[in-house]
């Protein structure tokens, strides 16, 4: 389970037209600090910590900690906190007469912390699954709900898991390598498998690393 706190604060000069993603072990160790802007000088901004590293310091001291060094007189104007459940899916998520969804079943991604697009595509799967069970009139349909979820994004969110606990024996440095190299990436041609190619072309001991926590 992370540790995540975010707030709505005013009077952030930022780009408007810019998302800011901070990494490192003073910021946010094991997980990462974003300030998403919301127009009008307001941003969200908030983080996500391992549970191991919450209970060492909280996710709302980091936070204080950023918002005293970066925005000291920003007026806080909301701010939500809790766990989110950054893990493999549940063993089980449908028994007879009910199917679970969203951080009820796991269903977050563990790399990312987000859960939101997954959540409603279990959602679906899970509506979809609900209706055939009724058309057939044969209520058992629901326990196909596991696989059907496991097919869909239930094994890719596995492997996510086991990448998640490499990256958290990346150093500060090799976090800042990877930045610089794919900061030469032109912006157009900045997406995710680029970051990855970029990454391991610059340090190629990452795929080493990662590859370990595959290795039972």
């Given at each position: 389970?992370?540790?995540?706190?975010?707030?709505?604060?005013?009077?952030?000069?930022?780009?408007?037209?810019?998302?800011?993603?901070?990494?490192?072990?003073?910021?946010?160790?094991?997980?990462?600090?974003?300030?998403?802007?919301?127009?009008?000088?307001?941003?969200?901004?908030?983080?996500?910590?391992?549970?191991?590293?919450?209970?060492?310091?909280?996710?709302?001291?980091?936070?204080?900690?950023f918002?005293?060094?970066?925005?000291?007189n920003?007026?806080?104007?909301?701010?939500?906190?809790?766990?989110?459940?950054?893990?493999?899916?549940?063993?089980?998520?449908?028994?007879?007469?009910?199917?679970?969804?969203?951080?009820?079943?796991?269903?977050?991604?563990?790399?990312?912390?987000?859960?939101?697009?997954?959540?409603?595509?279990?959602?679906?799967?899970?509506?979809?699954?609900?209706?055939?069970?009724?058309?057939?009139?044969?209520?058992?349909?629901?326990?196909t709900?596991?696989?059907?979820w496991?097919?869909?994004?239930?094994?890719?969110?596995?492997?996510?898991?086991?990448i998640?606990?490499?990256?958290?024996?990346?150093?500060?440095?090799?976090?800042?390598?990877?930045?610089?190299?794919?900061?030469?990436?032109?912006?157009?041609?900045?997406t995710?498998?680029?970051?990855?190619?970029?990454?391991?072309?610059?340090?190629?001991?990452?795929?080493?690393?990662?590859?370990?926590?595959?290795?039972?």
């Amino acid at each position: 389970m992370e540790s995540a706190v975010q707030i709505t604060a005013a009077n952030i000069p930022v780009d408007q037209n810019t998302l800011y993603f901070y990494f490192g072990q003073e910021v946010a160790p094991n997980g990462y600090f974003w300030v998403f802007p919301k127009g009008h000088n307001k941003a969200n901004i908030g983080l996500g910590v391992s549970g191991i590293i919450g209970k060492k310091k909280s996710a709302q001291s980091f936070l204080d900690d950023f918002m005293n060094k970066h925005y000291p007189n920003a007026p806080v104007l909301t701010k939500i906190a809790g766990g989110v459940p950054c893990a493999i899916t549940l063993k089980k998520i449908s028994a007879p007469g009910i199917m679970l969804v969203g951080d009820a079943a796991r269903q977050v991604n563990p790399l990312s912390g987000g859960g939101i697009a997954s959540g409603m595509i279990g959602g679906k799967i899970a509506g979809t699954i609900a209706a055939e069970a009724i058309k057939m009139n044969k209520l058992d349909h629901i326990l196909t709900y596991d696989k059907a979820w496991a097919d869909r994004l239930g094994k890719r969110h596995e492997t996510f898991n086991k990448i998640k606990e490499g990256i958290y024996n990346f150093s500060d440095e090799k976090f800042n390598n990877i930045a610089h190299s794919f900061n030469k990436v032109p912006f157009e041609k900045r997406t995710l498998g680029r970051l990855f190619t970029t990454a391991l072309l610059n340090q190629p001991s990452l795929l080493v690393d990662i590859a370990k926590v595959f290795v039972v």
